[in-house]
């Protein structure tokens, strides 16, 4: 049974590739201040990684789809009580140029390799990171 103390959330690692192949990660400003991947509560009758999919529409203004499997979870504390975070990759198709919380954050595109340290949970950094080694070693 679910912890009552604990809130389930999904994130998603969106990603494009650029010309010259190089990885980018899409970050969004928080609410509480900083920078952070598109992230959210789990809906009712939604799977993570569909919320995963939807937050990043909403928050960052892209399309894409997310992996089956997360890459990996994190903890923070917010309102009280944990948050649990499954983190998705997901590779974007389309960056729209307006979406639904334009006017609430801002949006930037940062290269992989940068991404865990400019976001501001070290922990959600720590979950970056996974992809960024799944990445080096994809290249090797």
Same mark, same amino acid.
């Given at each position: 049974?679910?912890?009552? =103390?604990? #809130? ?9 590739? @650029?010309?010259?192949?190089? %990885?980018? &990660?899409?970050? $969004? ?39 089956? =499997?997360? #890459? ?9 009580? @944990?948050?649990?975070?499954? %983190?998705? &990759?997901?590779? $974007? ?39 960024? =080694? ?7």
């Amino acid at each position: 049974m679910p912890d009552p =103390e604990t #809130i389930p959330q999904a994130a998603a690692i969106a990603f494009r590739r @650029t010309s010259d192949g190089a %990885v980018e &990660v899409v970050l $969004v400003t928080a609410s509480s201040g900083g920078w952070t991947i598109p992230k959210g509560l789990i809906d009712p009758g939604m799977t993570p990684r569909q919320m995963a999919e939807i937050e990043s529409l909403e928050e960052a203004g892209v399309i894409g789809r997310a992996e089956d =499997e997360p #890459i990996g979870e994190f903890e923070y504390e917010k309102w009280d009580k @944990t948050c649990r975070v499954q %983190v998705f &990759v997901m590779e $974007v198709d389309r960056v729209l140029d307006a979406w639904a919380e334009q006017d609430q954050r801002e949006r930037r595109w940062v290269p992989l390799i940068d991404a865990p340290d400019e976001v501001r949970l070290p922990q959600m950094g720590d979950v970056i990171r996974l992809f960024v =080694e799944r990445e080096a070693a994809s290249r090797a």
